[in-house]
């Protein structure tokens, strides 16, 4: 979420266990929310393509937070 924030992502709503967010340019991603769990690589490979980024950039920003 962090990254996201970091890109321009706003929380818009919040579920009971799913977060979604916004960019203002109206691209919209939903993140689990799972305590204690980690994110399916294909899960979070979908949430990637919904942000618009490439995955090494991710990777890069997920590292330096």
Known sequence: MKVLSSLGFVTIRQRVSHLIMQHPDGRTT??????GEDIHKGL????????????????SMVDNT
């Open 30 to 35: 939903i993140i689990p929310i799972h305590n």
């Open 44 to 59: 979070l490979r979908t949430i990637i393509h919904e942000i618009g980024i490439d995955k090494e950039l991710f990777i």
